[in-house]
């Protein structure tokens, strides 16, 4: 059974990194033909696809936040991470880490979901 847990701090200020990690059980971040993945949802908006971080450690990127976006993971731990920078209020939203089941780098394509992490940009 596949479990994914998000954690970090749930304030952010105005133009400072946001910086989450996700936590896997169950399954490994190393497994083939898989990507995992971060997606956000803005209060009153729909769920967005951020980007994800496949088996052999390939990135791939949300075009509209690319720029700002990195992915990283941590294999001997099971973990991978979030890092958005310069972040505004707009960026305010519950971050969601998920498994692409089939690396469609698409929210509809998620088959094992955490729970969220709200996060708020507030000075």
């Known amino acids: 059974q596949v479990q994914l847990q998000e954690s970090g701090p749930g304030l952010v200020k105005p133009s400072q990194t946001l910086s989450l990690t996700c936590t896997v059980t169950?399954?490994?971040?190393?497994?083939?033909?898989?990507?995992w993945s971060w997606i956000r949802q803005p209060p009153g908006k729909g769920l967005e696809w951020m980007g994800a971080?496949?088996?052999?450690?390939?990135?791939d990127y949300s075009p509209s936040l690319k720029s700002r976006t990195s992915i990283s993971r941590d294999t001997s731990k099971n973990q991978f991470t979030l890092q958005l920078s310069s972040v505004t209020p707009e960026d305010t939203a519950v971050y969601y880490c998920?498994?692409?089941?089939?690396?469609?780098?698409?929210?509809?394509?998620?088959?094992?979901w955490g729970r969220g992490t709200q996060v708020t940009v507030s000075a």
């Open positions: 998920a498994r692409d089941g089939g690396s469609t780098w698409d929210v509809n394509g998620m088959d094992y």
């Open positions: 971080i496949g088996s052999s450690g390939r990135t």
């Open positions: 169950g399954g490994s971040i190393t497994t083939n033909d898989y990507y």
